[in-house]
């Protein structure tokens, strides 16, 4: 490396270096500051951030980039992985113009973005967990559906069930009147029989068994709609718990659409932090 003679560099140079620090400190990041002449380094500020190597007093090479920019006279922005350096970097170098729009030298402003990148694969792996979670709530939202679907097919079961049980009421209520005549039946013919004497004798007996079973249609039907009565009350128990159960799933498929709008919105916010840190 070469001493550098500051006296000899072109005047709105020096101008330019002088103001470097001020530059720098100006700066909303931490940069460090590069400043070429024609072929060589004149001025280095390091970062505290980056570790970048003191070129102070160095040749520029054939491929070096502010050399590249000189001779373009167009500004370039690059951007440097972490793999080359060990931290990524985005380099702003531009050339520098005398009053006679000559150029005289370079400016290169070098600036960690590691912040950036993290931010960036902090956004994607967001945008990632969003897409799960939104397959898994859609997954949920059809099995909520279903569910819903499910309940309403019991709750017409239910209904077809307590319309069976009522005309199994109807039933019993012709079989008791047909008991109830029957028995009628069977003590006129058991008057008949005592009428008839000896030559009524088994028309008797036949009228004690009509009578017979006449009574037990009578207490048939009365188990039967005792246990129908029974039957009624536990249809009517599922069928309050059916509706609670429909209400709840009904609600949840609300909470789920809710949820699934909101996952979108963030899915949404992740892109919009994803592009942002792209442009940083």
Same mark, same amino acid.
């Given at each position: 490396?070469?001493?550098?003679?500051?006296?000899?560099?072109?005047?709105?140079?020096?101008?330019?270096?002088?103001?470097?620090?001020?530059?720098?400190?100006?700066?909303?990041?931490?940069?460090?500051?590069?400043?070429?002449?024609?072929?060589?380094?004149?001025?280095?500020?390091?970062?505290?951030?980056?570790?970048?190597?003191?070129?102070?007093?160095?040749?520029?090479?054939?491929?070096?980039?502010?050399?590249?920019?000189?001779?373009?006279?167009?500004?370039?922005?690059?951007?440097?992985?972490?793999?080359?350096?060990?931290?990524?970097?985005?380099?702003?170098?531009?050339?520098?113009?005398?009053?006679?729009?000559?150029?005289?030298?370079?400016?290169?402003?070098?600036?960690?973005?590691?912040?950036?990148?993290?931010?960036?694969?902090?956004?994607?792996?967001?945008?990632?967990? +969003?897409?799960?979670?939104?397959? *898994?709530?859609?997954?949920? &939202?059809? @099995?909520?559906?279903? #569910? /819903?679907?499910?309940?309403? !097919?019991?709750?017409?079961?239910?209904?077809?069930?307590?319309?069976?049980?009522?005309?199994?009421?109807?039933?019993?209520?012709?079989?008791?009147?047909?008991?109830?005549?029957?028995?009628?039946?069977?003590?006129?013919?058991?008057?008949?029989?005592?009428?008839?004497?000896?030559?009524?004798?088994?028309?008797?007996?036949?009228?004690?068994?009509?009578?017979?079973?006449?009574?037990?249609?009578?207490?048939?039907?009365?188990?039967?709609?005792?246990?129908?009565?029974?039957?009624?009350?536990?249809?009517?128990?599922?069928?309050?718990?059916?509706?609670?159960?429909?209400?709840? +799933?009904?609600?949840?498929?609300? *909470?789920?659409?809710?949820? &699934?709008? @909101?996952?979108?919105? #963030? /899915?949404?916010?992740?892109? !919009?932090?994803?592009?942002?840190?792209?442009?940083?």
């Amino acid at each position: 490396m070469t001493t550098i003679n500051y006296e000899q560099l072109d005047e709105h140079l020096q101008h330019i270096i002088q103001f470097a620090p001020t530059l720098q400190s100006l700066h909303a990041e931490d940069v460090s500051i590069s400043i070429s002449d024609l072929d060589t380094i004149v001025l280095q500020l390091q970062s505290k951030e980056l570790e970048v190597e003191n070129m102070l007093g160095s040749k520029l090479t054939s491929r070096d980039p502010m050399l590249s920019v000189m001779r373009s006279k167009q500004p370039q922005i690059l951007t440097i992985p972490e793999e080359l350096y060990g931290k990524a970097m985005k380099v702003a170098i531009a050339p520098i113009l005398n009053a006679q729009q000559k150029v005289i030298g370079s400016i290169a402003l070098v600036a960690s973005i590691n912040k950036q990148v993290e931010l960036l694969q902090l956004a994607e792996r967001f945008a990632d967990s +969003s897409t799960e979670i939104s397959s *898994a709530t859609e997954q949920l &939202a059809a @099995s909520a559906n279903e #569910l /819903t679907n499910h309940m309403t !097919d019991v709750a017409e079961a239910q209904n077809m069930l307590r319309q069976q049980v009522e005309n199994s009421a109807k039933i019993l209520d012709i079989i008791n009147n047909v008991a109830k005549n029957t028995r009628i039946l069977g003590f006129n013919a058991g008057i008949e029989a005592a009428r008839s004497g000896e030559h009524g004798r088994g028309f008797s007996v036949v009228a004690k068994e009509i009578t017979k079973l006449a009574d037990k249609s009578a207490e048939s039907v009365n188990e039967i709609r005792n246990l129908l009565a029974s039957m009624q009350e536990k249809v009517s128990a599922v069928e309050q718990k059916v509706m609670s159960t429909t209400a709840i +799933s009904e609600q949840q498929t609300a *909470a789920i659409v809710e949820i &699934a709008n @909101s996952i979108e919105k #963030l /899915t949404e916010a992740a892109d !919009d932090i994803d592009e942002l840190a792209k442009k940083i």
